[in-house]
């Protein structure tokens, strides 16, 4: 079964749960008191105004597989899951939204500053020693499991920043 909190963007979801025979139900936001347990035993389909959210479970790991094929398939990308745990069965639509949406925030966070200290400035590393400490506290925010989402923001708009004057220079000169 899949809980599947719909935003009216990704409505071409249901075809391919349909099309792939899926169980699913659609919840939304008058659901949001509810928890996971009751949704499940009871189900009604409301408006979502959020993101689209799939709470998946009893499902096994082929059909996970499946799941996710088909959705690449057809080019949906739903970026907010949840596979059902004994944690949070108990929790309400609501704090589930709420946890994965901090959970998203904080991993694209983290992918952003990752890719960006991947690909340094070549030029600027090897001369400007500021670059070089705010590339290595980059990196370390990417190690460091409880860096903040508003610490590697910062240093990401800090990179970016130094980044734009880097290119305006290179321009300028050529």
Not at 26 to 53: C, R, W, Y
């Amino acid at each position: 079964m899949i809980l599947v909190y719909l935003n009216e963007k990704d409505k071409k979801l249901i075809d391919v749960l349909e099309g792939n025979r899926f169980t699913y139900a659609l919840v939304g936001d008058k659901q949001k008191e509810k928890t996971m347990k009751e949704l499940l035993e009871k189900p009604e389909a409301s408006l979502a105004t959020g993101e689209t959210f799939l709470f998946v479970t009893g499902l096994e790991e082929k059909a996970q597989t499946w799941l996710a094929d088909a959705l690449k398939e057809n080019e949906i990308f739903i970026p907010r899951v949840a596979i059902e745990t004994p944690y949070n069965i108990d929790w309400t639509l609501g704090h589930l939204l709420e946890e994965v949406e901090r959970e998203y925030q904080y991993f694209s966070t983290r992918d952003t500053l990752f890719r960006l200290i991947m690909n340094p400035d070549k030029e600027r590393i090897a001369s400007d020693k500021e670059y070089l400490k705010l590339m290595a506290y980059g990196l370390s925010l990417v190690e460091k499991e409880d860096a903040s989402v508003e610490e590697m923001k910062e240093c990401i708009e800090h990179i970016e920043s130094i980044q734009q004057v880097s290119l305006a220079q290179r321009i300028k000169h050529r």
